[in-house]
């Protein structure tokens, strides 16, 4: 099932049965579900056709960095699998994203590929400690821009980004931020959070919420009290 909603949430959970208890009680029609690193590698692709079967659409979040070919080989096999977004390092580099690009092109496989720019868990001085002096924003342009020019359908960046991504990049460009914090939430350890409607505002095309709808007693409530945000309610 396709569908419209910005919203794509986060299942990260240590076993398959956990993650298919938290889909049966979330609805296609009004989000996207994301399986990570955690997840995937304990439940392999049974998780992929568990989700698939219950008519989702899935973002396999496993942020590949390798050299080109490995990286191409596995976007490849992610998009064997049906899923509809998948996503590499941006700071891989060029020829790592192209590669991936050229793959996906040559086997005709339309799954959305992205990059994540700096992770949102991330703060400027994070970033000097790996030896990058570049103000954080910069460094957040500098790997959006070149993510678009190796043929990227979009970013992950945090919605702190966005606006400048839509002016640099354009509206079409896929701006997929996490660190969404509804006003109902705890920021945890993310660092650099809003919540859903300031995000949508600020120019993210889709959202990434985990904890706040994932650990709520009621999850299709916290989804809908996002939703209201959203929508101005
Ligand atoms: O690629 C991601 O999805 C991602 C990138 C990033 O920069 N920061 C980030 O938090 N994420 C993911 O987004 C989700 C956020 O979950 P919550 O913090 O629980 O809402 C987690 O699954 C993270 O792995």
């Given at each position: 099932?396709?569908?419209?909603?910005?919203?794509?949430?986060?299942?990260?959970?240590?076993?398959?049965?956990?993650?298919?208890?938290?889909?049966?009680?979330?609805?296609?029609?009004?989000?996207?579900?994301?399986?990570?690193?955690?997840?995937f590698t304990r439940s392999?692709?049974e998780v992929l056709d568990?989700l698939h079967g219950r008519?989702?659409?899935?973002?396999?979040?496993?942020?590949?960095?390798?050299?080109?070919?490995?990286?191409?080989?596995?976007?490849?096999?992610?998009?064997?699998?049906?899923?509809?977004?998948?996503?590499?390092?941006?700071?891989?580099?060029?020829?790592?994203?192209?590669?991936?690009?050229?793959?996906?092109?040559?086997?005709?496989?339309?799954?959305?590929?992205?990059?994540?720019?700096?992770?949102?868990?991330?703060?400027?001085?994070?970033?000097?400690?790996?030896?990058?002096?570049?103000?954080?924003?910069?460094?957040?342009?500098?790997?959006?821009?070149?993510?678009?020019?190796?043929?990227?359908?979009?970013?992950?960046?945090?919605?702190?980004?966005?606006?400048?991504?839509?002016?640099?990049?354009?509206?079409?460009?896929?701006?997929?931020?996490?660190?969404?914090?509804?006003?109902?939430?705890?920021?945890?350890?993310?660092?650099?959070?809003?919540?859903?409607?300031?995000?949508?505002?600020?120019?993210?095309?889709?959202?990434?919420?985990?904890?706040?709808?994932?650990?709520?007693?009621?999850?299709?409530?916290?989804?809908?009290?996002?939703?209201?945000?959203?929508?101005?309610?």
């Amino acid at each position: 099932m396709s569908t419209a909603s910005p919203l794509i949430i986060a299942l990260d959970y240590a076993s398959l049965d956990a993650a298919l208890c938290m889909a049966d009680r979330l609805d296609p029609a009004r989000c996207r579900l994301k399986v990570g690193k955690e997840l995937f590698t304990r439940s392999g692709p049974e998780v992929l056709d568990a989700l698939h079967g219950r008519g989702f659409e899935v973002f396999l979040d496993l942020k590949f960095h390798d050299i080109p070919t490995t990286v191409a080989g596995a976007i490849q096999a992610a998009a064997e699998q049906g899923v509809w977004m998948v996503n590499v390092h941006a700071s891989g580099g060029r020829r790592m994203m192209e590669a991936a690009r050229e793959r996906l092109e040559r086997q005709g496989l339309e799954t959305r590929l992205i990059a994540v720019t700096v992770l949102t868990s991330m703060q400027g001085e994070d970033l000097v400690e790996v030896g990058i002096e570049a103000p954080l924003a910069e460094q957040v342009e500098r790997l959006a821009m070149l993510a678009r020019d190796s043929g990227m359908d979009g970013v992950v960046c945090s919605a702190h980004e966005a606006s400048r991504l839509d002016e640099l990049c354009g509206k079409e460009f896929l701006k997929v931020t996490p660190g969404i914090r509804p006003s109902f939430a705890m920021a945890g350890d993310q660092r650099r959070v809003m919540t859903a409607a300031q995000a949508v505002t600020a120019g993210s095309t889709h959202l990434v919420v985990g904890r706040p709808v994932t650990q709520a007693e009621e999850p299709m409530a916290a989804l809908a009290a996002i939703e209201s945000e959203l929508s101005g309610g």
